[in-house]
């Protein structure tokens, strides 16, 4: 049975536009999307309005729209919005009802009414439909506020974004760093550094994958498919009762799986298969190719984190996606088989999410699958750290050995590479809860790094290969830059 669209629409309204921001989703679209653009620029007396509506944009001074602006947001974000969605409808009606009201007085009124009409696009489920019907219906002055105040609040999230992130326990800290590289270059990147001492064996923090995918082999009955750990001799393995593929470690480790991701990817019964998810299913099983079956639990995982949000009235700062985001990726050119696994994930999560197929084009599939591959960091159940290391795909790699899976984590994913590591990812309780473990003495500043491939002695011109083919880095971390010298 498919969700309902009012919530699909919230999903992907904050997906699509919270998520990356009300600003560059508009441009996008703008930019993409044929019909969009259309309805933005209709023939006749719109583009006669249109006209007069930039003439007007243009008598009001730069200085004059930046101070609007800055006042008109900052009265808009003081008072708290409602978190019940029948306040949030009641709330709508008024702030609309005002904002025509301001909007009617002429010029002295287009600051009140843009933080009406701004208050009510935060609490509209689909912001973008609004911005349209918006600019039919107010002029083109208040819009332009309006528009000012979306980009300048999505400048102000993103400037704030790592004030709170991580959490304040986790005593590590997101700061962007430039030093020497290779050869002479300056490189400029965002990496963890320690904000308090630690001693060799120490941990530092720990943290939950955002997703995880068992090595293929390991699933039915071996282990847990959703948090990976080893399902003990004589412990009763509970099975997906549909499909039987996948075994879980405990009644909550079933429920939640179920209620995230396998609702989504159940390949079905033996005498009622589901084509797309036993595609899906083999791709992974059988090519070991890891990022589409990431990507769909991973998108499984956010809907239901969102939704849970929602109907608990919670208010996130940011969303999973917004968090996701800010991760850096790979840019990959699409294959044909990029083609195929974006059409399997679509046709399984948007067969539940209205929408999602719009949502997931080739180019967000392929920045996933970048985000994946950049990031996910391999699980070991024994307590030891080995990053998985794929035929065809691959993570962050030290070793190969005691693999038993892959997981994205959000504030580790953070962690540069160094070739002499002070710090190593642990699962000490045989699960996919990470603990990273510091390896070296680390002081209040420090960078916090692990290893993304497998150093031992091996000479720095293989480790910088290997580093630059898989994740196109310059490595300057001391070791490779004193052999440089
Ligand atoms: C997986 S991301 C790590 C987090 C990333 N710094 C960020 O801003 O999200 C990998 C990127 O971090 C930087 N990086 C990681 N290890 C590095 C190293 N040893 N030397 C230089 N750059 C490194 C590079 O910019 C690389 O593209």
């Not at 969700?3 to 992907?12: I, K, M, Q, R």
């Not at 990022?291 to 109907?311: N, R, Y």
């Not at 996130?316 to 790979?330: A, D, Q, S």
Request: glycine share 6%.
């Amino acid at each position: 049975m498919k969700d309902s669209t009012f919530y699909a629409l919230v999903t992907l309204g904050t997906l699509g536009v919270a998520g990356l921001g009300y600003a560059m989703y508009f441009d996008y679209k703008r930019r993409n999307d044929p019909r969009f653009r259309r309805q933005l620029h209709q023939p006749g007396r719109e583009k006669k309005k249109a006209k007069q509506q930039l003439e007007e944009q243009e008598r009001l001074s730069q200085s004059q729209i930046s101070v609007s602006i800055e006042n008109a947001l900052q009265k808009a974000l003081d008072k708290p919005l409602p978190k019940d969605p029948s306040q949030k409808e009641q709330m709508f009606m008024e702030q609309v009802a005002e904002g025509e009201r301001y909007a009617a007085l002429g010029e002295a009124g287009f600051e009140d009414a843009a933080v009406c009409f701004y208050r009510a696009l935060k609490v509209y489920p689909d912001p973008l439909e609004l911005i349209m019907i918006y600019q039919k219906t107010i002029p083109q002055s208040v819009l332009s506020v309006i528009m000012g105040m979306l980009s300048q609040d999505v400048k102000r999230r993103q400037e704030n974004y790592y004030n709170a992130f991580p959490p304040e326990e986790m005593h590590v800290k997101i700061k962007e760093l430039s030093k020497a590289a290779a050869m002479g270059e300056t490189m400029t990147y965002k990496t963890m550094v320690a904000n308090k001492d630690f001693a060799v064996g120490d941990t530092i923090y720990t943290e939950l994958p955002e997703t995880t995918l068992l090595v293929p082999g390991l699933t039915g009955s071996a282990h847990c498919d959703y948090c990976l750990r080893v399902i003990a001799d004589g412990s009763e393995a509970k099975q997906c009762d549909t499909c039987h593929q996948v075994a879980f470690c405990s009644e909550t480790c079933k429920t939640t799986a179920e209620e995230e991701y396998h609702r989504f990817l159940c390949p079905g019964s033996a005498a009622e298969p589901i084509a797309a998810a036993q595609q899906l299913t083999g791709t992974w099983a059988d090519k070991h190719v890891l990022s589409p079956m990431l990507i769909a639990k991973f998108f499984g995982h956010m809907i239901h984190v969102e939704k849970k949000k929602q109907e608990a009235g919670e208010e996130p700062e940011y969303t999973v996606w917004e968090r996701l985001e800010h991760l850096k990726f790979l840019e990959l050119t699409g294959t044909d088989d990029d083609a195929k696994n974006q059409e399997l994930v679509c046709d399984l999560i948007g067969s539940k999410i209205t929408g999602l197929e719009n949502f997931m084009n080739r180019e967000r599939y392929l920045m996933l699958k970048g985000k994946m591959l950049y990031n996910a960091i391999g699980v070991r159940a024994d307590g030891s750290s080995c990053p998985v290391s794929l035929s065809g795909e691959y993570t962050r790699a030290a070793s190969t050995e005691g693999l038993v899976g892959a997981g994205l984590y959000l504030v580790s994913s953070y962690l540069t590479h160094s070739c002499e590591p002070n710090a190593v990812p642990t699962f000490p309780d045989g699960s996919s809860r990470l603990a990273l473990q510091a390896t070296r003495p680390i002081k209040v500043g420090d960078e916090i790094t692990m290893t993304y491939i497998a150093v031992g002695d091996r000479p720095v011109a293989a480790r910088q290969q290997e580093l630059m083919e898989k994740y196109r880095l310059t490595c300057s971390c001391p070791l490779c830059v004193a052999k440089d010298e």
